[in-house]
């Protein structure tokens, strides 16, 4: 057991997690060295805890009995304990074990937590915890013994969404878990995850009380800066200056240490150098502080030791129960008039508003803060999260979905912490509120080396732009733009179509904003004859009836109203856009009182209206009150038409089917399964591609159609093979090293005899030969001639942050030059098939281009959903193509001609 236990790293299994109080607590493995103190946890026990665990009265463990049961292999058995504290303070308060039964994919489980941590979730979170774990080792099933008046560990199994079935016999329950993920286990683990963010971020935003530590009376430092805004927006609750060098600090009482403060403390913000941010934050976590905003920079994102001294802090935080927000960053602001937070060193409070907005950089958040200020836009909260050590953007998003105050999303990001579950949590989000984000880094310093197509088309910024566009999330590439989209949003209803009208006194800036309008995918519909009519009655002779509706200088408040008038009344208009020149003749402020009394009755109507109007930018009390709602006005036809664009989309995607992923019942994992193993321990080495007969075979268990093909190793072999088969065929070289086999000529199509294979055969060995690569060439594969068709690539690529990456687009040899793919995140839905398909230019090619006949393109949809399935099932598939996939006329399917698998 020494031997093998030397082998596993145990760090893997250790883990932070939040409970649904807010509270988080350490998970790690139980250790030899824990007998004691799982001795001291078992006699804090109450007797009745003792009793349902033990089945049986018990004063004390043993030294044996402890010894026995910290002794584990961490394979067939395997202990998980909570801790709480740090260092000689470190005390059990829960454990969660399995033994694997013998000779059984099946083990015994066992769950105990400490009466005063009951309550809290830390049960449920040790079996999601141990579940994963045993399910990598094979195991399949968890079974336990379990009293009957034990009701909470029988409902903690059923409320955890694994199948449970239980059989009682004289006051035991024997229960048998199923711990394979499904659905219903996702959706239990997703709403956990949200009622434990919500309990967290509480304590930042709405906290009871707040010692700022290293509180400062010098004027011009983040700690002085930090106390004063604290002070000047009057937070309700009690502030603690904590400064061992003060005895006052802003007239305020100060103290030596947190542990000194008489009340209680719910906030902890932190401003001292780097080396005392632990120690303080131990202190906190002995004081009972719940929450920590660790300003002080010189962590992770300075790397090496800065990086391993922020892990420490991380593992002190959950320790104690604590969440943390940062290191290096910015701090918190709550707008709510109740809270009055402003616990950043930044001199600007932004009024209150429906957008909230997490920034991962502490620096560009005070530029942010001036910016939305200065166009008047109010915030409901603004968090700026820095390292990002615990608290993430899917906390905030979490907290901020059911956030009455809260009606936009803004982020800007630098990095994903957990891409994939980001993804999850923003997707059912978005649904309801818009998510603006804008990404750093989009640009890739170097392109990773890959051995597949899909590999080499493959990058980081495709897989971001992957999972914006599936989780409807609305992508800007500038701050500006990320503003410019929240001000549409948030003050106007998302548009319900493409279709503009816009309105102008000066030709110039209408034509400019139709170009910028049509080059963005709005339409600019003519206008109807009745509209026309109806125009022609109230503006001068020189107007311009079409879209856009010029009216000329002339035009005055009156006019202005009568045509929005009309086109509110219109319903194939669904937004207007009004621009205003001001010239010298009309009174500015009265065209915009006009425009401004129409709002109310387009915003009824659901229609979007924007405007350019003076030059001005942002939101304006001449353009809307509080009351009435605001116009968003914009200077550039450009930047109007951007975000109208941007919005569209985000409206296209909340009222489009969210789609469903099929399930396919004429699969056969097993065999796969077989197939996988088999060439794993056929070598040591990693990865490793599958032989063509192997890949062959797996396509075929999950009904992916291939083209009839023989492996051959010499000429007679092709011979016989090209018989079997039925000519015409082809023969490809089949070699482990060569990857393009076009490169080397090792392609021979449409032969019709055998002595045509025989020729082709030694033709493909000389050439080899001459280019001193005949020792690469392992055979030939024949394989029948398939009729023409479109040729489309299908393939898969490993994402170390996002996960399987799956592609669609134009294919055979051109791939990689043209580019012509698409790219979506696993797992794949029926509708993100159909998109996958129809977002590439080949689409018109299957579509039927100038006379020639439509290809099979529900084949297709289901081809991709087939490899969706195949790698869900089969996570070892490190790399995938299929390249060429003839797509045939519809309804007579495809087939795929080459593939490529390699397993990791």
């Known amino acids: 057991m020494e031997g093998n236990t030397a082998k596993i790293n145990l760090e893997q299994y250790r883990i932070g997690v939040t409970l649904k109080d807010g509270s988080s607590i350490l998970f790690r493995p139980i250790r030899k060295d824990d007998e004691g103190r799982l001795i001291d946890f078992v006699s804090r026990l109450s007797p009745n805890s003792v009793y349902l665990r033990f089945h049986r009265a018990m004063d004390r463990l043993s030294r044996e009995q402890a010894q026995q049961l910290c002794n584990v292999d961490y394979e067939n058995t395997f202990a998980l304990t909570a801790v709480h504290g740090e260092g000689e303070e470190e005390k059990i308060v829960a454990v969660g074990r399995y033994a694997r039964l013998e000779n059984s994919d099946a083990a015994d489980v066992a769950f105990t937590v400490e009466d005063k941590y009951q309550g809290k979730g830390i049960g449920t979170r040790l079996l999601e915890q141990l579940a994963q774990i045993a399910r990598s080792k094979g195991i399949r099933r968890f079974e336990g013994l379990i009293l009957g008046q034990n009701r909470e560990m029988i409902k903690l199994l059923h409320d955890s969404g694994f199948q449970v079935e239980q059989e009682l016999e004289q006051g035991i329950y024997h229960m048998v878990m199923n711990i394979a993920p499904t659905p219903l286990v996702a959706e239990s683990y997703a709403n956990r995850e949200k009622a434990a963010a919500l309990a967290a971020l509480r304590v930042f935003l709405k906290p009871s009380s707040i010692a700022v530590i290293g509180a400062s009376r010098r004027t011009g430092t983040i700690g002085n800066q930090l106390f004063h805004n604290l002070l000047l927006r009057g937070f309700p609750g009690p502030v603690y200056p904590v400064n061992p060098n ?109 957008i909230a907005m997490c920034s991962q950089s502490g620096a560009l958040g005070l530029a942010i803060l001036e910016y939305a200020k200065s166009l008047n ?188 008038k009309i086109f509110l009344e219109e319903d194939y208009i669904d937004i207007v856009i009004v621009i205003f020149i001001p010239p010298i003749a009309n009174r500015p402020e009265e065209v915009a009182r006009a425009i401004r009394e129409m ?56 009222k489009k089917p969210k789609g469903t992923i099929p399930r396919l019942e004429d699969t056969n994992k097993e065999k796969v399964e077989e197939i996988i193993q088999k060439a794993l321990s056929s070598t040591p080495g990693r990865p490793i591609w599958l032989e063509a007969s192997a890949t062959l075979e797996l396509l075929q268990h999950y009904g992916i159609r291939t083209a009839p093909s023989r492996l051959a190793v010499t000429v007679g072999q092709a011979a016989l093979a090209a018989r079997e088969i039925g000519f015409p065929v082809a023969i490809k070289l089949l070699s482990r090293t060569i990857t393009h086999k076009t490169e080397v000529g090792g392609v021979k199509v449409n032969l019709k005899s055998e002595s045509e ?148």
């Open 246 to 354: 003060a005895a006052v600090v802003a007239s305020v009482k100060a103290y030596p240490s947190i542990l000194e403060i008489p009340g209680e403390v719910d906030l902890a913000l932190v401003v001292v150098p780097a080396d005392l941010v632990q120690s303080m934050v131990e202190q906190c976590g002995r004081k009972g502080v719940r929450g920590i905003v660790v300003i002080s920079a010189g962590f992770g994102e300075s790397g090496g030791a800065g990086a391993e001294k922020q892990k420490q802090l991380l593992e002190v935080t959950r320790r104690y129960g604590m969440r943390m927000v940062g290191p290096n960053c910015m701090g918190v602001i709550n707008t709510d008039p109740e809270v009055n937070l402003n616990a950043t060193f930044a001199p600007v409070f932004p009024p209150p508003g429906n």
């Open 599 to 654: 709002a109310p009755a387009f915003r009824r109507q659901g229609k979007t209206v924007v405007a350019s109007f003076l030059g001005a930018r942002g939101i304006s009390w001449e353009l809307g009150s509080k009351e009435e709602g605001y116009i968003p006005s914009f200077i550039f036809p450009e930047a109007t038409a951007t975000v109208l664009a941007k919005a569209c989309e985000y409206g296209d995607w909340v």
């Open 377 to 564: 836009l109010g915030l409901s909260s603004f968090i700026s999260i820095g390292n990002r050590a615990d608290v993430s953007n899917n906390d905030l998003i979490q907290y901020w979905e059911d956030d009455p105050a809260t009606k936009i999303i803004l982020l800007y990001l630098e990095s994903f912490g957990d891409p994939r579950e980001f993804g999850r949590v923003a997707r059912r989000v978005a649904a309801a509120k818009p998510i603006v984000v804008v990404k750093s880094g989009r640009t890739a310093a170097g392109k990773r080396a890959a051995a597949s197509h899909t590999g080499a088309l493959a990058s980081a910024e495709v897989a971001s732009e992957a999972l914006f566009r599936q989780a409807g999330i609305i992508r800007v590439d500038t701050l500006e733009e990320l503003f410019d989209v929240a001000n549409l949003l948030s003050h106007q209803p998302i548009p319900r179509g493409r279709r503009v009208a816009v309105l102008t006194n000066g030709g110039g800036p209408g034509i400019m904003t139709a170009d910028a309008c049509s080059s963005r995918g709005l339409e600019l519909p003519l206008l109807s004859e009745k509209t026309v009519s109806r125009l022609k009655k109230i503006l001068p002779r020189g107007a311009a009836l079409t879209n856009p509706v010029d009216m000329t200088a002339e035009a005055g408040k009156d006019e202005y109203r009568k045509v929005l």
């Open 757 to 904: 294979v025989e020729q082709a055969f030694l033709e493909l060995r000389e050439h080899l030969s001459r280019l001193g690569r005949a020792a690469e060439m392992q055979g030939v594969i024949v394989q029948k001639m398939v009729p023409s068709g479109i040729e489309v690539i299908v393939g898969v690529t490993q994402d170390p942050s996002f996960g399987p990456l799956l592609m669609f687009g134009l294919g055979g040899i051109y791939a990689e030059l043209f580019k012509d793919v698409a790219f979506r995140l696993h797992p794949l839905t029926d509708i993100d098939s159909q998109e996958m398909v129809r977002s590439v230019k080949t689409y018109e090619l299957l579509k039927g281009w100038r006379g020639s006949p439509p290809s099979d393109i529900s084949s297709l949809e289901k081809l991709l959903c087939r490899v969706s399935a195949l790698i869900e099932d089969h996570p070892r598939i490190a790399e995938l193509d299929l390249n060429p996939v003839i797509v045939q006329e519809e309804g007579k399917g495809y087939q795929v001609v080459d593939a490529r698998i390699l397993i990791g």
